[in-house]
């Protein structure tokens, strides 16, 4: 079974979509506070995205096996140049996505399936979602590749190792607060007194692109590549 969930009838009976289910996998909206702590709990970076803006909790059988969340890239003005036409409300960043060691098989491609499809009713003015898998990681998004997305190519990326935690090269010249206006988070504050003692490391980035519309698909600026199936074989 497969479709929205919806909330209860508000004051004048309507009902809004507060999630969606595929199959025996349940994706439900939640706070970020409760994503949060999902996601520093079971993904291997123990840390959040502070400006993510979707939170999501999934479920099979009743029991809470990952999370989800979704926001803006670090530099959202950047979509144009990947789908034509996009504005920064056109596209979200899939930032974390992490699950409990016993959850159901394919129970990641189900999810990312129902968070696609909830994404168009919750947030209609996106049209597609960007993933990237880490080669630090020793993944290249096999995860992505079982959901359908588009494999867009990779690209080389300087990380920042700093007592066990990783950073993106962004950090390094980013000041406090940004020219968005957005605060640095807890993190970035942390990198910023310490950088000095920071490793540079440089992998490859493989991208991965939804497209959720026609439009964006018909727009897609980057070319569309056959699927790595290793990362020693990856297209660089």
């Excluded at 706070?31 to 995205?49: F, N, P, Q, T, W």
């Excluded at 010249?173 to 993190?187: A, E, I, N």
Aim: aromatic content about 10%.
């Amino acid at each position: 079974m497969s479709g929205p969930i919806q909330s209860d009838p508000d004051l004048f009976g309507l009902r809004k979509c507060i999630g969606w289910t595929v199959n025996d996998i349940r994706v439900e909206l939640a706070e970020k506070r409760v994503v949060d702590e999902a996601i520093k709990r079971l993904h291997y970076s123990g840390s959040v995205v502070w400006a993510s803006s979707v939170h999501c909790l999934v479920f099979a059988s009743g029991q809470m096996v990952g999370a989800i969340q979704l926001g803006p890239a670090m530099n959202p003005a950047s979509g144009g140049s990947i789908v034509t036409g996009s504005s920064v409300d056109s596209w979200l960043e899939l930032n974390r996505m992490a699950f409990t060691p016993d959850r159901p098989a394919n129970c990641g491609t189900q999810a990312l399936s129902a968070v696609c499809r909830m994404v168009r009713h919750v947030k209609p003015s996106v049209e597609w979602i960007q993933s990237f898998a880490d080669e630090r990681c020793q993944k290249f998004g096999a995860v992505y590749q079982a959901a359908s997305f588009l494999y867009c190519g990779a690209h080389v990326s300087t990380f920042y190792e700093l007592d066990g935690e990783w950073f993106h090269k962004s950090a390094w010249d980013r000041p406090l607060v940004d020219k968005r206006g957005w605060g640095c988070g807890p993190k970035l504050e942390r990198f910023n007194r310490e950088k000095h003692r920071a490793i540079a490391r440089t992998f490859r980035q493989f991208r991965y692109i939804r497209c959720l519309t026609d439009r964006a698909r018909k727009n897609l600026a980057l070319p569309v590549l056959s699927y790595p199936k290793s990362i020693v074989g990856a297209h660089g």
